[in-house]
């Protein structure tokens, strides 16, 4: 059974830090990625890393204030927010692909990000 838990979410001022963490089991993922969706809005991509090599890209509106990573023997992968903004406040979901795909099969449940000015 495929599972991603999502934890690290909670209320935090501007200008503060967050780490997200996703804790995948079930399945051998290609990639895991961390989407967004805030009130009346689309979920949108934030950051996703390769599970084999590390390698991570980020939407424009986190480059520079967030860094992914991955700790293979955990099966965890963390995403980590500094300077968040008031415009930063959603839910952010834990998504994952597996090798050959291009669709993002895997989702969690989500973990509430609130930041206050």
């Known amino acids: 059974q495929v599972r991603l838990l999502e934890s690290g979410g909670g209320l935090v001022q501007a200008g503060g830090s967050l780490r997200l963490s996703c804790a995948a089991s079930?399945?051998?993922?290609?990639?895991v990625g961390w989407f967004r969706q805030a009130p009346g809005k689309e979920r949108e991509f934030v950051a996703a890393?390769?599970?084999?090599?590390?390698?991570?890209n980020y939407a424009d509106f986190v480059e520079g204030r967030s860094t992914m990573s991955r700790d293979n023997a955990g099966n965890t992968v963390y995403l980590q927010m500094n300077s968040l903004k008031p415009e930063d406040t959603a839910i952010y979901y834990c998504?994952?692909?597996?090798?050959?795909?291009?669709?993002?099969?895997?989702w969690g449940q989500g973990t509430q990000v609130t930041v206050s000015s």
């Open positions: 079930g399945r051998s993922f290609s990639r």
């Open positions: 998504a994952a692909r597996l090798a050959y795909s291009s669709t993002w099969s895997y």
């Open positions: 890393i390769s599970w084999s090599s590390g390698n991570t």
